[in-house]
């Protein structure tokens, strides 16, 4: 049942009124907008009953975008030691700095922007306990009233965190009503164009979880002018920027001019160095990114963010920070590199199959996804790999209504599971 609330009362489907209750606890109402299941939910609920039933062959999992391989050598000789400096008085450490400690916000600026020519200083860099976070709670600097651009197909997150804190209004059959999604489609590469009207907020991902896509520094140049044309803000997702394996293709959103002005960009160690279950990320946030409130005086959203952090967080757990250090290390690059060459083979081998077998695709050349060109109901493809060939992938539909007729399929696996899972696919393609 869908409710709408007006004034005082409360319109029910079906044309009944209620009076509004008051005098006790409600619940948030935008929570119940949420559609039924987190993606990843149905998918294993799926897998469960598969599995409940008895499958001929263990099952692959291509599914959920989560790591296999283990932490670096020197992540973890970095993580231990941290701990071991919690152990002892004198270098016991009790609660860190909000914003994260500077050894780390200084090597980010440093060899993550600075290197490569992207003016970020160390006090620009928030570290945190992860980018879903982050993507999520960054809403709190905008006004309710922001309206919001998301690239359709994407991460789940940007969209829900959206229906949670009540900026896209209800789901009207084949979207929210109130958000602008911007297709992602074979037309256009998987690359969005910019929105026809306006929009406040602009969600991009790049290299694009599900589709690994990524754009060219014209098009980027494109959205920041849009951005400053309108008034509005980008916050801009690489958490896969360490698969970009080529130096043409744009790595921050702060290689073209002008977007210290207008965007946010948020970077894990998730994907990059399998902290997934570790929890290291950094966002980043110019001094001269500023916005008006409703009388026209801007203020800045460095200023607020770091104030919403002392409120709401204490920081991250100075082991992990160590941890996250240790990959600006020379060995600690190498062995990312390393990792980063794992999957990215991997994404070879899954291209290459479905080449073979005649599937169009893209991505997985600078992201660690293959975004399959499937056709026709992607849920049914999904089960159809999964009872066929015992091999899970991701229903695009999943990732939003432009994801329909597409299956994104993961290279986070180890070698031999991606081998068996290609000779599977073979034979069902
Ligand atoms: C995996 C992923 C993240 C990482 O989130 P963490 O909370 O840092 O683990 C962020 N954005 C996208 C698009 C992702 O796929």
Known sequence: MSVR?????????????????????????????????????????????????????????LGIGDVTEPLPESVRKAFASGVDELAHTETFRGYGPYEGYDFLREAIARYEYQ????????????ISDGSKCDSANLQELFAQSCTIAIPDPV??????????????????????EE???????????YVPALPQGKADLIYLCFPNNPTGAVPTHEQLRGWVEYAQANGAVILYDAAYVAF??????PRSIYEVPGAREVAIEMRSYSKTAGFTGVRCAFTVIPKELTLPDVEGKRHSLHALW???QATKFNGVSFPVQRAAAAIYTAEGQREVAALVQHYSANAALIRDTLSAAGVAHVGGEHAPYVWACVGGDS??????????AQVVCTPGAGFGPSGEGHIRLSAFQSRAQVEEAMIRLREVL
């Open 115 to 126: 290197d490569r020519g992207s003016q970020v200083t160390a006090e620009e860099v928030f």
């Open 306 to 308: 770091t104030r919403r």
């Open 244 to 249: 970009i394996q080529d130096e043409s293709v």
């Open 155 to 176: 991460y789940p997150v940007y969209l829900d965190s959206n229906v949670m804190a009540g900026r896209t209004g209800f789901w009207s059959g084949d979207g929210y």
């Open 179 to 189: 958000v602008t999604y911007l297709p992602m489609t074979p037309q256009n590469g």
């Open 379 to 388: 849920w049914a493809m999904f089960d159809r790999l999964l009872r066929q």
């Open 5 to 61: 609330l007006h004034g005082g009362k409360c319109a029910v489907a079906g044309g009944a009124e209620l009076r509004m209750l008051g005098g006790m606890a409600l619940v948030n109402e935008n929570l119940l907008k949420l559609r039924a299941s987190y993606l990843f939910a149905e998918i294993s609920r799926r897998v469960r009953e598969v599995e409940a039933a008895g499958t001929p062959r263990p099952l692959i999992k």
